[in-house]
């Protein structure tokens, strides 16, 4: 292929570019879609992955009634006697609700004596060990999400709780940390055992759940099921368990929407399948005249080979280039909604940068190629008749 042809090409790409533009407008939106809809999954699974591997093997919930309810923590005792079972601990934790901004706050009870299950928890009590140790009040360590929420109600240097058994507890703001992934931690508030049992009036016996570290996770499955028959009162979730619940959220919303693009993907076909059953009376009339001035058939296949090329990679990736954007820089207004619900009790968490470059592959497959041979077919049963023809 001549530097002469190519030049001829974008100059009549150039000339007739207006007519194009529905052609790339389709295409490039499609692929925009496509994009932005995968995108969005992955990075939404990635997230819930860091989150569950930060799970313990096994939680203890005590059930009443259908609903979870308070665990005795004497249980820890009988529980650690267990094969296999390297670390039991009692979880205090709760929803606090803050009316201000019509949001719930998820208050957990830290130990800070001792190494919690989560690593960046211990980082985090690591980061602010001397300030804790110099402190003899009650204090706070918040996500970022709730630290700007708190300073939006000019709480910069304290907060003042509200007791389920009345009256209220002030306490400072030591820091706040982040982690990977915000969708954990954003509305977090870390705080010492005790004041979290006096906010939720929750006594000295008695914790949220309890949660079991299992070092061989070949062997969780008969510890599970051990500690079920152990306390039948009890509902046992394992880590796998939780994954397995999210995964199937996310793939049941992600075939929705497959479901749906394949409508616009039928679109995209049928413009296509009209684009191959005929050229235009323009189309057909500069082919004529390309023969007429002794250009060959495979001269006129060439040209209108790179012209489908040219159209169709640019229309891929600026297609490609708009939804990354839209998802990781914008952060998905509306389309990322569809995935998680609308909804200010929500803790708001970033899109990770995620890209799937086989899903990019298999859009690319199914649609440059396609238009490609679109362009082609028609372009040669129109340059295989005479030029006179072709003209009248």
Not at 4 to 16: G, V, Y
Not at 79 to 86: E, L, P, Q, Y
Not at 169 to 183: A, C, M, R, V
Not at 290 to 296: D, P, T
């Amino acid at each position: 292929m001549n530097i002469k042809l190519i030049e001829f090409t974008i100059k009549s790409l150039q000339r007739n570019f207006v007519k194009k533009i529905a052609v790339i407008f389709v295409f490039t939106f499609l692929v925009f879609l496509l994009v932005s809809v995968l995108s969005i999954s992955s990075s939404i699974k990635k997230v819930l992955e860091i989150c569950v591997n930060e799970l313990p093997e096994l939680i203890i919930q005590k059930m009443s009634g259908g609903r979870q309810t308070l665990i005795p923590t004497d249980r820890i005792y009988d529980i650690i006697d267990i094969a296999g079972i390297s670390n039991v601990q009692e979880r205090i934790w709760g929803y606090y609700y803050f009316k201000n901004e019509n949001v719930n706050f998820t208050l957990v009870g830290i130990d800070f004596d001792l190494q919690y299950y989560k690593t960046h928890y211990n980082d985090i009590i690591n980061f602010y060990s001397s300030k804790i140790d110099s402190t003899n009040t009650a204090f706070i360590i918040t996500g970022e999400g709730i630290n700007k929420l708190l300073e939006k109600n000019f709480y910069k240097n304290y907060f003042v709780f509200d007791k389920v058994t009345g009256g209220k507890l002030e306490s400072i703001i030591l820091g706040t940390f982040k982690s990977e992934s915000n969708l954990e931690t954003n509305d977090v508030i870390l705080m010492p055992q005790n004041y979290v049992r006096e906010i939720f009036g929750i006594s000295e016996n008695l914790s949220t759940d309890i949660v079991v570290q299992i070092p061989n996770p070949s062997e969780t499955e008969i510890v599970k099921q051990k500690l079920q028959n152990m306390f039948p009162d009890c509902r046992i979730v394992s880590r796998n368990d939780i994954e397995s619940s999210y995964q199937n959220i996310f793939d049941y919303k992600t075939g929705i929407f497959l479901a749906l693009f394949l409508t616009a993907f039928v679109s995209f076909f049928i413009l296509i399948y009209d684009k191959a059953s005929g050229l235009s009376k323009e189309d057909q009339r500069e082919i004529g005249i390309l023969k007429a001035v002794g250009w060959q058939t495979e001269n006129i296949l060439q040209m209108k080979f790179l012209e489908g090329i040219l159209i169709s990679i640019f229309s891929f990736f600026l297609g490609t280039g708009l939804a990354l954007f839209y998802v990781f820089n914008l952060q998905a207004p509306l389309l990322r909604n569809l995935f998680t619900g609308v909804s200010n009790l929500k803790p708001q968490f970033q899109l990770l940068p995620t890209i799937d470059f086989n899903v990019l592959f298999l859009i690319f497959i199914l649609t440059v190629p396609v238009y490609i041979l679109a362009t082609l077919i028609p372009s040669w049963r129109a340059a295989i008749i005479d030029a006179d023809e072709v003209l009248r």
